[in-house]
């Protein structure tokens, strides 16, 4: 049997073919006619000496050798894929790019980019604020902001503040709350994006921290974390919110946060990169310069009396 491969371009365009099951898409995307694109697909069968597809009436479909072969060929290119990504990116040496969470970059990242970039124009520094879990290597990420339990399993991972949640208000809701007590009278607002902790830290885990049973609590519910500060900000409400989201309005007094519990959680944000890839002058520096603003944070917040939800 001759184990000598096709044609790459041959090969190329089968995968296309074969993942759009339909040779004008695969020659569309390839910038090739569909007779060009037929022409490599007879290349490939003349090469295996079977056809890969059966041609249908407006439809094509895999046969049984096309099947065998499909699920290779995409591994490949996709590590071609990858493997080409990673050497553009050591190629460009002075890119850096961070995702992080969309309430992250609006209240921790983006209020002080500036300084980062003052302090190192030599760094082209990229942002995607998402919460998709992406992949180092596929996505062309150097740095990842995440927030969670930390299963980083085979990369470089810190964590980066130990924060705590209390309820915040702004200066003039305070002076209509002034108890714990007070506040199942007032305009609750949910950040909904931390209900998957286990345990719970939610508006009811805060009443029971303080000795207090909640009655029935409805009020807004919000899926990012920023908007739901933004809503405190103005005066629509009490949000139960992370010291760090917050840090900003609570230093420039745009928020209060008056009472002395806070609930704290085993889930955090975190520094994640490949291994290896901290010690890259752009990571290093955009590390350090995080730690730095991160410090600042920490020193003005208010203290708090600190309680686990696990001990609740």
Excluded at 123 to 137: E, G, H, I, M, N
Aim: glycine content about 6%; charged content about 20%.
């Amino acid at each position: 049997m001759n184990d000598r491969l096709p044609p790459l371009t041959a090969l190329r365009a089968f995968e296309a073919a074969a993942r759009h099951m339909s040779f004008a898409q695969a020659a569309a995307e390839l910038n090739v006619t569909p007779a060009a694109l037929s022409f490599q697909i007879k290349s490939l069968e003349d090469h295996l000496g079977v056809p890969v597809f059966r041609r249908l009436n407006r439809a094509v479909e895999l046969t049984p050798e096309g099947q065998a072969l499909r699920g290779g060929v995409q591994d490949g290119f996709d590590l071609i894929t990858s493997a080409w990504r990673s050497a553009r990116r050591q190629a460009q040496s002075n890119v850096l790019t961070v995702t992080a969470g969309p309430a992250f970059t609006a209240k921790v990242l983006a209020p002080k980019l500036f300084e980062f970039a003052q302090d190192h124009p030599d760094v082209d520094l990229r942002f995607s604020a998402s919460l998709r879990l992406l992949d180092f290597a596929r996505d062309d990420v150097d740095v990842a902001i995440r927030y969670g339990y930390g299963r980083d399993g085979g990369l470089y991972s810190r964590v980066l503040i130990d924060e705590w949640i209390a309820p915040m208000m702004s200066p003039a809701l305070a002076a209509q709350h002034d108890t714990p007590e007070s506040l199942f009278r007032a305009p609750l607002l949910f950040e909904d994006s931390i209900d998957f902790l286990n345990p719970k830290a939610d508006w009811t885990t805060w009443f029971n921290a303080n000795g207090l049973t909640a009655p029935p609590l409805k009020g807004a519910h919000f899926s990012q974390a920023d908007h739901a500060v933004d809503a405190a900000i103005n005066g629509g409400g009490v949000v139960l919110m992370r010291s760090t989201l917050a840090a900003n309005a609570l230093i420039d007094g745009l928020l209060v946060a008056p009472f002395d519990i806070a609930l704290s959680t085993e889930a955090h944000f975190r520094f994640v990169c490949p291994k290896g890839h901290e010690t890259k002058p752009q990571v290093a520096a955009f590390s350090d310069w995080l730690d730095q603003k991160i410090d600042m944070i920490k020193a003005r917040l208010p203290k708090k009396t600190v309680v686990p939800v696990t001990e609740i």
